[in-house]
């Protein structure tokens, strides 16, 4: 018998929704992304956090009903949206992500995210590279080396990642990525002069207590 999306979730730490957004929601997606960066400045930095804020085309891709739907069976019947982030590698920005736990950043409970892909991502690009089931490992210390530039000031030492045990997602446009924060992740810079862009999503389970976050200014309820 096949796993359940939460069975799948548990043991590995992420799932992947295939085509949660079609071919057209993510061209419109992009192009809103671009007006929106363009309009603030920030087209030459590589991510810029508030979209939902921006602009509630980003709002309403944060609660699409077969999402919701996902992270309910996931998370459990109460889903808050906390922020979003689009992240565009491209020619001039073409930084990869060190490894890393997303949990050090707010600590509190358990958040999970939501990896969108606004383009192909492979690793010549810089699609998504984890490590399945290390979120069991529970929090890891970051003392990794952060002096070359690439921010992360919490990150995992090499000594901590296993090559024989990462996962290379490679990643269709449309396709969606909900993983837990505790999971170990990085990307691979891009080297293929192509755009590979992203939308991150961030969601928690509206049962548990939290400290308020500065950065969650659009959370809303997505069900429950």
Request: charged residues 25%.
């Amino acid at each position: 018998m096949e796993d359940t999306l939460k069975e799948q979730f548990d043991r590995q730490g992420y799932v992947v929704l295939p085509q949660l957004f079609s071919e057209d929601e993510v061209r419109l997606l992009k192009e809103e992304a671009r007006a929106v960066l363009a309009d603030k400045g920030a087209d030459k930095v590589g991510v810029y956090v508030g979209m939902s804020i921006a602009s509630s085309m980003f709002k309403a891709a944060a609660a699409k009903p077969e999402l919701a739907a996902a992270l309910k069976e996931v998370i459990g019947d109460s889903v808050i949206f906390l922020s979003d982030k689009i992240v565009f590698k491209n020619a001039s920005t073409d930084f990869g992500s060190p490894w890393h736990q997303d949990y050090p950043y707010w600590e509190g409970s358990h958040k999970f995210s939501v990896w969108i892909a606004l383009d192909d991502a492979t690793p010549e690009n810089g699609c998504l590279r984890v490590v399945p089931g290390s979120h069991l490992l529970g929090a890891v210390r970051h003392g990794g080396d952060a002096s070359d530039g690439m921010g992360f000031g919490n990150r995992l030492g090499q000594e901590e990642i296993k090559e024989s045990q990462v996962a290379d997602l490679h990643a269709a446009k449309g396709d969606a990525i909900i993983f837990h924060d505790l999971l170990f992740h990085s990307s691979f810079s891009n080297t293929s002069g192509k755009d590979r862009w992203a939308l991150i999503s961030t969601y928690k389970d509206g049962t548990l207590e939290d400290p308020e976050y500065p950065w969650a200014l659009a959370a809303f309820t997505v069900s429950g």
